[in-house]
């Protein structure tokens, strides 16, 4: 295992996760749920409070506690009348249709997002997606197990969940209706879900929901990021597993030359090659002026971007696999003030964070350590996370 100088020792043991805040907007209010707590009783909230519809799509929807108790809330909708449709992502998902059972006998529809053995196995649904009565929605990075929703001292997950109401929440759930469709036919095509992805239109305002995926081209997210990015003067970035390729990369060191690029990543993961994947890049961020925190706490699952006054919110972390393969919801909101306070949400992080400074970088960067940090890389861009979380190199 890797070591880092701990200076940040005495910020990480007083961390706690922020308390819920939200954002008003014009057509648009946001809720923030840092809290693992917090976000369980609010999407609970969301389920129990739901008239008419419940539409949820998730990656990981597993058969512990956190997930029997999403599941049995789900069920209760369902037997009062609420339409309620589950779509579940195959390969990383341990909910299945023995599980979902009561959902079904209760009236409610489970779908599975199925990998295959094609081009089509390594595409992954990604998203986190759940939709109340076509009025309010939520999105985040989280998942729907144990682990998303405990404490920073009971090593939980470092996650952020956003509500949304107003008029994108229609963009939602006709995204979530794509999904749907898809996942209807047992012999739904590979090109069926690229061309979703390849002709979804996130709008031209400032608030604007993009897509990522498998497509011929770029997807609405990859390629507006990669815009905001040639231009961009003032970059925070908050994300669980970070290595983009080569051209954005040398975007954000751009930013660094002649403004502010500041990366706070993990320094805990469930995944220790994403650890290394992410060191490999450090030297090239700090010669060009970047500053870089490793989050000490606990895991750090959030995927946040601030950009000049542009927020990028949702499940896509910043890798080659969110990038172009993953299908991926993100929110793009273009607001100062909303910018300007999810800045200073990263920021209030940093003080249980370790800054890796040039010297110590330089400690860390031995020929064994580079070597490893190389083989990472290669795990986490060009194989599989699941293969890489089985070797994970030690790191």
Same mark, same amino acid.
């Given at each position: 295992?890797?070591?880092?100088?701990?200076?940040?020792?005495?910020?990480?043991?007083?961390?706690?996760?922020?308390?819920?805040?939200?954002?008003?907007?014009?057509?648009?209010?946001?809720?923030?749920?840092?809290?693992?707590?917090?976000?369980?009783?609010?999407?609970?909230?969301?389920?129990?409070?739901?008239?008419?519809?419940?539409?949820?799509?998730?990656?990981?929807?597993?058969?512990?506690?956190?997930?029997?108790?999403?599941?049995?809330?789900?069920?209760?909708?369902?037997?009062?009348?609420?339409?309620?449709?589950?779509?579940?992502?195959?390969?990383?998902?341990?909910?299945?249709?023995?599980?979902?059972?009561?959902?079904?006998?209760?009236?409610?529809?489970?779908?599975?997002?199925?990998?295959?053995?094609?081009?089509?196995?390594?595409?992954?649904?990604?998203?986190?997606?759940?939709?109340?009565?076509?009025?309010?929605?939520?999105?985040?990075?989280?998942?729907?197990?144990?682990?998303?929703?405990?404490?920073?001292?009971?090593?939980?997950?470092?996650?952020?969940?956003?509500?949304?109401?107003?008029?994108?929440?229609?963009?939602?759930?006709?995204?979530?209706?794509?999904?749907?469709?898809?996942?209807?036919?047992? +012999?739904? =095509?590979? #090109?069926?879900?690229?061309?979703?992805?390849?002709?979804?239109?996130?709008?031209? *305002?400032?608030? $604007? !929901? @993009?897509?990522?995926?498998?497509?011929?081209?770029?997807?609405?997210?990859?390629?507006?990021?990669?815009?905001?990015?040639?231009?961009?003067?003032?970059?925070?970035?908050?994300?669980?597993?970070?290595?983009?390729?080569?051209?954005?990369?040398?975007?954000?060191?751009?930013?660094?030359? +002649?403004? =502010?690029? #500041?990366?706070?990543?993990?320094?805990?993961?469930?995944?220790?090659?994403?650890? *290394?994947?992410? $060191? !490999? @890049?450090?030297?090239?961020?700090?010669?060009?002026?970047?500053?870089?925190?490793?989050?000490?706490?606990?895991?750090?699952?959030?995927?946040?971007?601030?950009?000049?006054?542009?927020?990028?919110?949702?499940?896509?972390?910043?890798?080659?696999?969110?990038?172009?393969?993953?299908?991926?919801?993100?929110?793009?909101?273009?607001?100062?003030?909303?910018?300007?306070?999810?800045?200073?949400?990263?920021?209030?992080?940093?003080?249980?964070?370790?800054?890796?400074?040039?010297?110590?970088?330089?400690?860390?960067?031995?020929?064994?350590?580079?070597?490893?940090?190389?083989?990472?890389?290669?795990?986490?861009?060009?194989?599989?996370?699941?293969?890489?979380?089985?070797?994970?190199?030690?790191?």
């Amino acid at each position: 295992m890797e070591t880092v100088p701990d200076t940040a020792g005495e910020g990480a043991a007083a961390y706690r996760d922020p308390a819920p805040f939200h954002a008003e907007l014009p057509g648009l209010a946001l809720g923030f749920y840092p809290g693992g707590p917090d976000r369980l009783e609010r999407l609970l909230r969301l389920i129990e409070e739901a008239q008419h519809s419940l539409k949820l799509a998730f990656y990981i929807f597993a058969r512990d506690e956190a997930g029997r108790i999403v599941r049995d809330a789900l069920v209760a909708a369902a037997v009062r009348g609420v339409a309620v449709t589950v779509i579940v992502d195959g390969f990383g998902s341990q909910a299945d249709a023995v599980f979902f059972a009561p959902l079904t006998e209760a009236g409610g529809d489970f779908r599975i997002f199925q990998a295959r053995w094609s081009r089509r196995y390594l595409i992954r649904n990604h998203q986190k997606i759940v939709v109340a009565d076509g009025n309010t929605a939520m999105l985040g990075g989280f998942n729907i197990e144990n682990d998303y929703f405990e404490l920073p001292e009971q090593d939980g997950w470092n996650d952020l969940a956003v509500t949304l109401t107003g008029d994108i929440v229609e963009q939602v759930e006709a995204w979530f209706g794509e999904l749907e469709a898809w996942t209807a036919s047992d +012999k739904a =095509q590979f #090109r069926a879900i690229r061309k979703s992805v390849r002709e979804w239109e996130g709008g031209d *305002g400032p608030v $604007r !929901l @993009l897509i990522g995926g498998p497509t011929k081209g770029l997807s609405s997210w990859a390629r507006i990021i990669g815009r905001d990015l040639m231009y961009g003067r003032k970059l925070d970035v908050m994300m669980a597993y970070f290595a983009p390729p080569r051209r954005l990369r040398r975007r954000m060191r751009e930013i660094a030359r +002649k403004g =502010q690029t #500041r990366l706070l990543l993990p320094g805990k993961t469930d995944n220790g090659a994403t650890l *290394g994947a992410a $060191r !490999l @890049l450090y030297r090239a961020f700090l010669r060009s002026g970047a500053r870089i925190w490793e989050f000490q706490p606990c895991k750090l699952h959030t995927k946040l971007i601030v950009l000049d006054d542009a927020v990028y919110l949702g499940s896509a972390n910043f890798d080659m696999r969110s990038l172009y393969l993953n299908l991926e919801i993100v929110l793009r909101v273009e607001d100062r003030a909303l910018a300007e306070r999810m800045r200073g949400f990263i920021a209030d992080h940093f003080a249980a964070s370790q800054e890796i400074t040039a010297d110590i970088h330089r400690q860390q960067a031995g020929w064994f350590n580079r070597l490893r940090w190389i083989a990472s890389w290669f795990l986490v861009s060009v194989v599989d996370y699941t293969v890489s979380r089985k070797l994970n190199l030690g790191l």
